[in-house]
């Protein structure tokens, strides 16, 4: 399977406790990017990465999520002391540049209870 | 309000008639994407058009961008009951990188 892929595919956990989420791009694409979708809504851009470099983080984005991507191939999503209002669906995204499409993941379903 | 809006919210055909979504925007852009998403799943891209095209075809999709109204329409003909699903649209508003999608057109194909 050549297309983005992301584990786990869902997620159950309490308040308070941290989660990470992996993100495995198509292997050409340089630029990853990370959604959230709440039920009913579309996406909502968090952060994107060209390479390693991270070049734009959404104010969703707050202290207590961090993204990496060490070696400009995998990314992770971590959440800290997560909470109620975090639940919802992660989405990752490929591309091979700004201005080609973005191909999705099948997403991580979070659950904080 | 956000970049991208679809309209109809919601849209019920029969199998075999056309359906006819509609996104609107407010800020320039490069590109527009076209997108489907069934219950619970991933987005699966259907295509994209670019600000200098005005009609693209893929299959039973067409799409059309008028960048002058900022509006886009997308249209599945001789739909089918698997093609049921949301179906948003999603702009490079003001040409960065990210997307803005709107909140989506669901659609619901009787058989």
């Known amino acids: 399977d050549t297309g983005v892929s992301q584990d786990p595919r869902h997620k159950i956990t309490k308040r308070g406790q941290n989660v990470t989420f992996r993100c495995d791009p198509i292997?050409?694409?340089?630029?990853l990017y990370w959604y959230r979708q709440t039920l009913g809504q579309g996406p909502e851009f968090l952060t994107y990465?060209?390479?390693?470099?991270?070049?734009?983080k959404s104010r969703l984005l707050s202290d207590r999520f961090s993204a990496e991507r060490p070696k400009g191939s995998f990314s992770t999503l971590e959440i800290q002391r997560t909470e109620q209002g975090d639940s919802a669906m992660y989405l990752c995204?490929?591309?091979?540049?700004?201005?080609?499409?973005?191909?999705f993941g099948p997403g991580t379903r979070l659950t904080v209870l | 309000s956000q970049q991208g809006e679809e309209d109809p919210q919601a849209l019920s055909i029969q199998e075999g008639e056309n359906a006819t979504m509609n996104c609107s925007y407010k800020?320039?852009?490069?590109?527009l994407q076209w997108y489907r998403q069934n219950s619970g799943r991933g987005l699966v891209h259907l295509i994209l058009i670019r600000s200098n095209e005005r009609e693209k075809h893929s299959g039973r999709l067409r799409v059309t961008l008028d960048t002058s109204k900022k509006s886009s329409s997308l249209l599945i003909t001789a739909s089918r009951a698997a093609d049921t699903a949301s179906y948003f649209c999603a702009t490079d508003a003001g040409g960065l990188s990210r997307l803005t999608f709107g909140e989506g057109t669901q659609l619901t194909v009787n058989p």
């Open positions: 990465f060209q390479n390693e470099a991270q070049l734009e």
């Open positions: 995204a490929s591309s091979f540049s700004s201005i080609n499409e973005q191909f």
């Open positions: 800020t320039s852009i490069n590109n």
């Open positions: 292997s050409e694409h340089n630029r």
